[in-house]
């Protein structure tokens, strides 16, 4: 595993910034606000720790707010799903979030050096999927598994 394969992660956590925040803002049903704001937490965490780690390796890593690319891209992926109920959602989300999850995994499990880093990516994508799994099988836990990867990262 290489250093680039940290940056698109990064650059995934820029998208994930943008996505989240336009759920959070315009979701209809608020009652799920409270789970946009931690799925956001933890794209906000990770991107910090991933930037202040990329930067000492002369890896340049722009702001949330000075990647348009990512950032357009999130809020229109977003835009598509914003009128889905909730379970519908959730399903969606589960099939999309399944291939980074195994892939940020696998990059962790091989990966020679950066393992810190690496096991970061793989953790905060474990934690959206299994909340997302857990929110599937409307299990009363799914806001715990974010709260705990935010309070171990915070």
Excluded at 10 to 19: A, P, R
Excluded at 44 to 49: E, N, V
Excluded at 98 to 124: E, G, I
């Amino acid at each position: 595993m290489t250093i680039n394969h940290l940056h698109d992660a990064y650059l995934g956590e820029l998208y994930g910034i943008s996505f989240f925040t336009t759920f959070v803002e315009q979701y209809s049903d608020r009652s799920h606000n409270n789970k946009w704001q931690a799925l956001l937490e933890i794209e906000i965490i990770t991107a910090k720790k991933l930037k202040m780690a990329l930067i000492p390796l002369g890896i340049q890593c722009s702001d949330d707010n000075e990647n348009e690319e990512m950032t357009k891209k999130g809020i229109a992926d977003a835009n598509k799903w914003l009128h889905l109920p909730w379970s519908i959602l959730i399903d969606t989300m589960v099939t999309w979030v399944a291939p980074y999850q195994q892939r940020y995994q696998q990059q962790a499990d091989n990966a020679q050096q950066h393992q810190t880093l690496f096991t970061l990516v793989a953790d905060h994508e474990n934690a959206i999927y299994d909340f997302l799994l857990a929110e599937q099988a409307n299990s009363p836990e799914s806001m715990h598994i974010l709260q705990r990867f935010i309070q171990k990262h915070s």
